[in-house]
């Protein structure tokens, strides 16, 4: 007689945004959910009901992403972060893309695919508004990698680095035939990446009391 499988043997997949701690360190050190990698030459973006990643649509034109490129779990693009942008850049009627924070990881390592966990340390970030919607780009490291790891600002990074990041965040939206009003209004360092990060993880749990 066969041993019947034991039930607590196996767990349901955690939902990388509700089901995933930030860590105990956020905003100095996240948690990240990464969803694409630079050898991607299609979107993958999480779907927000099941958690699992679906295929958003392919890279129109040649740019790829040239960095890991995911979000932050427990994190709200929300009213909070919409004031910031609107105090920091002096817009109106901005409000939050409804989103997790996403974040951009740079790293010396080659990682072969997405759907990862990974810790990363913000050292920077984009104010980035599409159209009203404020849709900020937390720049970071890969926690403890052996060459971005010692960069402790966006001011240490190269510029050809933040510049491709910029690159990629201004054309990646673009379809043929239509242009799609996206702005960089800010270039921010490690403090007011922390401010915003903490501030999407109040949006969070303003909007997600129970989780």
């Known amino acids: 007689m066969k041993t019947p499988?034991?039930?607590?043997?196996c767990r349901f997949r955690s939902h990388?945004?509700?089901g995933i701690d930030i860590g105990d360190k956020a905003p100095e050190i996240v948690m990240t959910?990464?969803?694409?990698?630079?050898?991607?030459?299609?979107?993958?973006?999480?779907?927000k009901l099941s958690g699992y990643l679906r295929l958003d649509r392919p890279q129109r034109y040649s740019n790829v992403?040239?960095?890991?490129?995911?979000?932050?779990?427990r994190t709200l693009t929300g009213p909070s972060v919409a004031r910031r942008c609107m105090e920091r850049?002096?817009?109106?009627?901005?409000?939050?893309?409804?989103?997790a924070m996403?974040?951009?990881i740079l790293t010396e390592k080659d990682i072969a695919h997405g759907d990862i966990l990974v810790y990363a340390r913000p050292i920077g970030g984009f104010r980035m508004i599409d159209g009203n919607e404020a849709d900020d780009?937390?720049?970071?490291?890969?926690?403890?990698d052996a060459v971005y790891g010692v960069y402790s600002d966006i001011a240490d990074c190269p510029p050809i680095a933040i510049e491709r990041l910029k690159h990629y965040f201004l054309t990646y939206k673009n379809l043929p035939g239509e242009k799609r009003k996206?702005?960089?209004g800010e270039v921010y360092g490690k403090e007011e990446a922390r401010e915003v990060i903490s501030r999407s993880m109040a949006d969070y749990a303003d909007i997600f009391p129970e989780m």
């Open 5 to 9: 499988p034991d039930k607590n043997c």
């Open 16 to 18: 990388p945004w509700h």
């Open 33 to 47: 959910f990464v969803e694409m990698v630079p050898t991607d030459t299609v979107k993958y973006e999480m779907d």
């Open 65 to 73: 992403v040239p960095a890991l490129y995911g979000f932050i779990p």
């Open 89 to 99: 850049t002096g817009r109106k009627g901005i409000k939050g893309d409804g989103d």
């Open 102 to 104: 996403d974040i951009c």
């Open 137 to 144: 780009k937390i720049i970071a490291v890969l926690y403890n």
């Open 182 to 184: 996206v702005t960089i």
